[in-house]
Structures are given as C-alpha cells and as structure tokens.
C-alpha cells in the first residue's frame, strides 16, 4: 500500500530526513520507532505532504507523493491524527468530525458520525461541547474520530498516547485493535513497545533521519538489545 524509499526532507537549510525506508501493506498495522528528535514526526509529515519532501521516493496505490499537496495526498486516502491532537478548539465535537468526513473511497460501510460514536462514547456524550472543553484523551479521541470521518485507506496516529492516563491510552489501544480487525491500515508512531507489539505486525526503527531497522513483532521481540540501542533514554 505505502512504499518509503530513500526519503529525505527538512525545514529550510535544516536537513532532518537523511534515509528513510518504510513499507505498510493493505491491512497491516506498522509503526515507526525511534528516539525524541529522530524525525519520526517528519517522516509523518512529508507523507502527508505537510513538509515537502526534498529526495526519495513515496508511492501509495501506485500514484507517487513526492511533489502533491497535502489536500490531493487526502483525496488519495490518507489522512492522520497529528501529534498534539490539533483539534478545531472553537468547534463542537460534532462540528469537529463533520468538517471534513467524505468517503472519496466509496465505501460500502463508511465511516458515520453513528459509528464514530459507537467508538467513542465520549464523543456522543460531549457532542454538543466545544472541543476546547475536553480532556487531552478525549480531544485524542476526537482526532482519530475526524481522521477516520475522511474515510481513509490508511491512517496515521502520531504520538496518539502520548501524555495519556494509563486508563484512557488502554481505550485507544483498544480502539486500535478494533480497527485493525476491520482491515483497517495503520501507520502510528507511539513509546510504549508493551503495547505497540500484540497489535503491530511491522516496526520501523529510526535514527538521525535513517532507517536502522525493520522487522515483525517476533523480529523485534528475538532482538531484545534493540531497545536499548535506539529506544532506551
């Protein structure tokens, strides 16, 4: 589905991308790991066409990304829940995942407000609240809800746990697993290794801007020193 070759990109002189390779497959739940400041979120970025990429090569479904904007890139069927939720904070919660839900796709079964609800029942309970209002899990919950509201062939969580109760990053996980049992594709960069292995099928480890390291959940568990080479504080 997403094939990364050689990907580099920055922020004007400031390279941050040197190498990166990364593959996700129809279905697949992958994440990319690395340390604070490895370009991960980057890497996220210059996918979605938010940070143009400066060499490499992305492919999604056959059509190339390198030189699309990002509203083309989320026509194609990618769409991303971005680090700090970045929610719509004046709009309702409903406001917020009807801005922009459309199934480009086709769809036989989309993505409603009904099933988003279904989800998060937060989110049905606090609808009519702006999202201003809500918790840090509940805002991330509002995120992946106004993500999956576009419909999406693959989707992109970055840091969706982060800063999270231990309780209300269980409800993501869980939301994760459900997806995945769908068939939905997953992209997601997340710390907590614990919890990323039972779900995820591929991991992609980076450093510096490069690819170090890929491989399945077994790869990753029958190599315990990776955590300590590249994740380890």
Request: aromatic letters at 4%; one cysteine or more.
């Amino acid at each position: 589905m997403l094939q990364v070759e050689g990907l580099q990109a920055g922020y004007g002189r400031v390279r941050v991308l040197f190498g990166i390779d990364l593959a996700v497959a129809e279905g697949e739940v992958a994440t990319l790991l690395g340390r604070n400041g490895m370009g991960k979120t980057t890497t996220m970025r210059a996918i979605t066409g938010l940070t143009p990429p400066s060499g490499g090569q992305i492919a999604f479904r056959g059509h190339a990304l390198e030189r699309r904007p990002p509203h083309a890139i989320g026509r194609l069927g990618i769409a991303m829940a971005p680090e700090g939720r970045q929610v719509f904070p004046t709009l309702t919660v409903r406001e917020n995942l009807v801005a922009t839900a459309a199934n480009r796709l086709g769809r036989a079964s989309p993505w409603t407000l009904e099933r988003i609800y279904r989800l998060f029942p937060r989110l049905q309970e606090r609808q009519r609240q702006s999202a201003a209002s809500l918790s840090g899990g509940e805002q991330q919950m509002l995120a992946i809800g106004r993500a999956l509201m576009t419909n999406p062939a693959l989707l992109l969580l970055d840091e969706a746990t982060e800063g999270l109760a231990p309780l209300i990053r269980q409800e993501i996980y869980a939301c994760i697993r459900s997806l995945k049992a769908e068939g939905q594709a997953i992209l997601m960069v997340d710390k907590h290794i614990a919890e990323l292995l039972p779900v995820a099928d591929r991991h992609t480890i980076i450093e510096k801007g490069r690819t170090v390291w890929s491989g399945s959940s077994a790869a990753f568990r029958a190599a315990p020193e990776l955590v300590a080479r590249h994740l380890g504080v």
